[in-house]
């Protein structure tokens, strides 16, 4: 069992950074590979990232490639989701979650937190 808690959300320009944190409990942490979603106002959940358990592999949606990057310390139970250079298309409660990276890729997950609101302004 996994519990979830994302934080870091909040205002922040289009261009600036900001940093999102998932704080997992639960001894199995290290043995996850987890991922990041978002999901905007009336749109579906997307994708937008996933870091594989050893910290050793990341894949990121085109949509974030080269701004984003995922990040994990496994001795603090921790992931990350750097943002750089947000746009106002960013905009989204964003979402961590743990899995495989297959069911990751496929928009799945085993265990999800409650997310936290992103909103970048122009």
């Known amino acids: 069992q996994v519990q979830l808690v994302e934080s870091g959300g909040g205002l922040v320009q289009a261009g600036g950074s900001l940093r999102l944190s998932c704080a997992a409990s639960?001894?199995?942490?290290?043995?996850?590979?987890m991922g990041w979603f978002r999901q905007a106002p009336g749109k579906e959940r997307e994708f937008v990232g996933y870091?594989?358990?050893?910290?050793?592999?990341?894949y990121y949606a085109d949509s974030v490639k080269g701004r984003f990057t995922i990040s994990r310390d496994n001795a603090k139970n921790t992931v990350y989701l750097q943002m750089n250079s947000p746009k106002p298309e960013d905009t989204a409660v964003y979402y961590c979650?743990?899995?495989?990276?297959?069911?990751?890729?496929?928009?799945?997950?085993?265990?999800w937190g409650k997310g936290t609101l992103v909103t970048v302004s122009s």
């Open positions: 639960g001894r199995t942490f290290s043995s996850y590979s």
């Open positions: 870091i594989s358990w050893r910290g050793d592999s990341t």
């Open positions: 979650a743990a899995g495989t990276t297959r069911s990751l890729s496929r928009n799945m997950g085993d265990y």
